[in-house]
Nanobody, 117 residues
Framework: VQLQASGGGLVQAGGSLRLSCAAS????????MGWYRQAPGKQRELVAL???????NYLDSVKDRFTISRDNAKNTVYLQMNSLVPEDTAVYYC????????????WGRGTQVTVSS
């Protein structure tokens, strides 16, 4: 199983970006899909998590600005990021708990998001 993330880039404060992450391989299903981020010199933090058939959870600082969604048919998770601020600058990683021959967590390589002031 591999996760491929895309959609990062450079944007001005107040702008928007949409991240995508698609899983490929032998997949029977995906329970949790989420996005994490890691800024320079900081620990990786959970940004948004969306369980299958459940409600999303968000980091407090991104509530009402970010929206996580998923397309189960495509094994893809999205993160719509609006009203971006410089503090959102980080490498964003997608994570999925995949049910294949075994159940385990997989991570994408990360995509850089840079918000200029």
């Amino acid at each position: 199983v591999q996760l491929q993330a895309s959609g990062g880039g450079l944007v001005q404060a107040g702008g928007s970006l949409r991240l995508s992450c698609a899983a490929s391989g032998s997949i029977f299903g995906v329970t949790f899909m989420g996005w994490y981020r890691q800024a320079p010199g900081k620990q990786r933090e959970l940004v948004a998590l969306l369980p299958s058939g459940g409600d999303a959870n968000y980091l407090d600082s991104v509530k009402d600005r970010f929206t996580i969604s998923r397309d189960n048919a495509k094994n893809t998770v999205y993160l719509q990021m609006n009203s971006l601020v410089p503090e959102d600058t980080a490498v964003y990683y997608c994570q999925m708990t995949v049910v294949s021959f075994v159940k385990r967590d997989y991570w994408g390589r990360g995509t850089q998001v840079t918000v200029s002031s």
